[in-house]
């Protein structure tokens, strides 16, 4: 379902987006959702910023259908088919203005902000996010990415050791970009790749993502393979470089 170019793009570049994937049906339902969720839990009065919901996967068939219903199939053509796990949880990303922000740096999705003695990482295979909102132009909310960091990662790791696990590893930084999409269009990003919020100062409207977390079988028998050998559950992808 991906192209070889897009194949190409995410292992050269750790991401790729492509366009059009969710039904627009199925992105209002999933908006609807949201909406609920907010309505039960708002954000404090005056927030602005980042702002987040982390319900679990099973209780939120609306929210997890964007992914299932056509997305999953594109995020399996980067691992093989039948080769990744349902998430367990989605994150509902909120970014609502304005804001005022931007990121210093990157991180990886780790619990830790410093390496810990012992810690166990707490990786999977990779994020995909849904678009729920439109993000044409940047500083709306948008992820921010460093391309190409997940293979510096990688290198990282295997010169420093896996015991250097952190969301903040010391590597040197390309310059960053800031996503563009369309409500509907599909992310899908490597876990090593660096990424942060941006700010949401040339928009007026609380830009809204959906974020699972996706892991292939057997990705917790070993989860600290993937931070040295970033394509060892990426067949397709590493057939190409």
């Not at 049906?25 to 949201?34: D, E, G, H, L």
Request: charged fraction near 20%; aromatic fraction near 10%; hydrophobic fraction near 35%.
């Amino acid at each position: 379902m991906l192209s070889t170019e897009q194949l190409k793009e995410f292992g050269e570049r750790g991401y790729v987006v492509v366009p059009g994937v969710v039904a627009r049906n199925v992105v209002a339902k999933a908006n609807k959702r949201i909406d609920e969720l907010i309505a039960a839990n708002p954000p404090a009065q005056g927030q602005v910023g980042h702002h987040f919901y982390f319900p679990a996967a099973a209780d939120e068939p609306e929210l997890l259908e964007t992914l299932m219903d056509s997305a999953f199939g594109y995020a399996e053509a980067l691992t093989g088919p039948g080769l990744l796990e349902t998430p367990q949880q989605v994150q509902v990303a909120l970014n609502i203005p304005p804001f005022s922000h931007r990121p210093g740096r990157p991180h990886i999705d780790a619990a830790i902000s410093e390496p810990t003695p012992g810690f166990t990482p707490n990786s999977f295979t990779l994020l995909a996010g849904v678009f729920v909102t439109d993000q044409l132009r940047e500083n709306s909310g948008n992820l921010w990415v460093w391309p190409g960091t997940h293979r510096t990662h990688a290198e990282y790791f295997r010169e420093r050791g896996i015991e250097m696990y952190c969301a903040y590893p010391d590597i040197e930084l390309p310059e960053p970009e800031q996503v563009t999409a369309r409500a509907g269009d599909l992310l899908l990003a490597h876990y090593l790749l660096g990424h942060n919020i941006g700010g949401n100062y040339e928009s007026d409207t609380t830009r809204r993502m959906l974020y699972y977390r996706v892991s292939g079988r057997g990705h917790a028998e070993g989860p600290e393979r993937i931070l040295t050998e970033p394509w060892y559950e990426y067949g397709p992808v590493r057939a190409l470089i």
